[in-house]
């Protein structure tokens, strides 16, 4: 079994700033890939940020620098750094999590966190 834990989301004024943190834990053997994804109200679900554990990122283009996203492999952890927070920004921010388990070395298999809220408001 694995487990995703989101932590980090808040309310915050536009201009502020958050870190988001997601860890994974339990039967891992190796992770390929952890993602940040957004969901506003009324609105699907997007892809905000990405990053393989070799270092490949790649970012939603209203993100980009203003957001960065970076992996503690040592610890499975991702984090989001965000910065220049827009009211735009709000959302409940999902992590994502590409991942080989112990149990199954042929299949990736596929994990989201439960969800953080994120709130930028005056």
């Known amino acids: 079994q694995v487990q995703v834990v989101e932590s980090g989301g808040g309310l915050v004024q536009p201009g502020g700033s958050l870190r988001l943190s997601c860890a994974a834990s339990g039967s891992i053997f190796s992770i390929n890939a952890m993602d940040w994804y957004r969901q506003a109200p009324g609105k699907q679900r997007e892809l905000v940020a990405a990053?393989?554990?070799?270092?490949?990122?790649d970012y939603a283009d209203s993100v980009k620098g203003r957001f960065t996203i970076f992996i503690d492999n040592g610890k499975n952890t991702v984090y989001l750094q965000m910065n220049s927070l827009k009211p735009e920004d709000t959302a409940v921010y999902y992590c994502?999590?590409?991942?080989?388990?112990?149990?199954?070395?042929?299949?990736?298999?596929?994990?989201w966190g439960q969800g953080t809220q994120v709130t930028v408001s005056s």
């Open positions: 994502h999590v590409d991942l080989i388990e112990y149990s199954n070395y042929e299949v990736p298999m596929e994990y």
């Open positions: 990053m393989t554990t070799g270092g490949s990122t």
